[in-house]
């Protein structure tokens, strides 16, 4: 059974670039979140993603967009990258049929901007 | 007032110790509370999970919850060199929905 899987694994990109992030849930989830966690703290939520519509949204702005496809699988796209945008972004994964809050968590993609 | 407060150590114990990691919480309409293990340069790992008030245990892991104080407990039992690792407590619930919020994390290191 295939956990939650992200690409790249690794991103350098410059400032005022854009990033896409994929992400791809654990079979039988239909629900996927993501987090940003700059080092030493702990995960942000940036939004939820069901039904191919965003569920809910935290505090980060506009520039972060997302999107998910009819397979579950999501993306998360940076527009107009700040050097502060430099961290480990995670996807998690969770079934609305079981425990919403149980997610879990994809190994991330460490983007770094310079 | 972060809305989850977790010391982040790091805190250093022998092999076989008892381990007490801690956080507290502001908002009382939480009702989840998980406790995720990441090692370096991986994700978050789901440990445990408990809903409300009480204990739960798996192993040598117990979560404890205490509504009442706004404190939430995990203990390692017989700790392992394996254990080390950054601890992060999380709650969701109320109208946060799907959203966890996690506390800073604390690092742990079980030295043989």
């Known amino acids: 059974d295939a956990g939650v899987t992200q690409s790249p694994t690794h991103l350098i990109k410059t400032r005022g670039q854009q990033v896409t992030l994929r992400c791809s849930p654990k079979?039988?989830?239909?629900?996927v979140s993501w987090y940003q966690q700059a080092l030493g703290q702990g995960p942000q939520f940036i939004f939820q993603?069901?039904?191919?519509?965003?569920?809910q949204r935290g505090n980060f702005p506009d520039r972060f967009s997302g999107h998910q496809f009819p397979n579950y699988s999501s993306e998360l796209n940076v527009n107009a990258l700040l050097l502060g945008d430099s961290a480990l972004y995670l996807c998690?994964?969770?079934?609305?049929?079981?425990?919403?809050?149980?997610?879990?968590f994809g190994p991330g993609t460490r983007l770094t901007v310079t | 007032q972060k809305e989850v407060e977790q010391d982040p150590g790091p805190l250093s114990v022998p092999e076989g110790a008892i381990v007490s990691l801690n956080c507290t919480y502001s908002?009382?309409?939480?009702?989840?509370f998980m406790w995720y293990r990441q090692y370096s340069r991986k994700g978050p790992e789901l440990l445990m999970y408990?809903?409300?008030?009480g204990n739960k245990e798996d192993g040598r892991f117990t979560a404890q919850v205490d509504k009442s104080s706004k404190y939430i407990s995990l203990f390692i039992r017989d700790s392992q060199p394996s254990d080390s690792a950054t601890y992060l407590c999380?709650?969701?619930?109320?109208?946060?929905?799907?959203?966890?919020?996690f506390g800073q994390g604390t690092i742990l290191t079980v030295h043989p």
């Open positions: 998690a994964s969770s079934s609305t049929t079981s425990a919403p809050y149980e997610q879990y």
């Open positions: 079979s039988g989830h239909d629900t």
């Open positions: 993603y069901y039904e191919e519509e965003e569920r």
């Open positions: 908002n009382s309409a939480f009702q989840y």
């Open positions: 408990t809903y409300s008030s």
């Open positions: 999380a709650h969701a619930g109320g109208t946060s929905y799907g959203k966890l919020t």
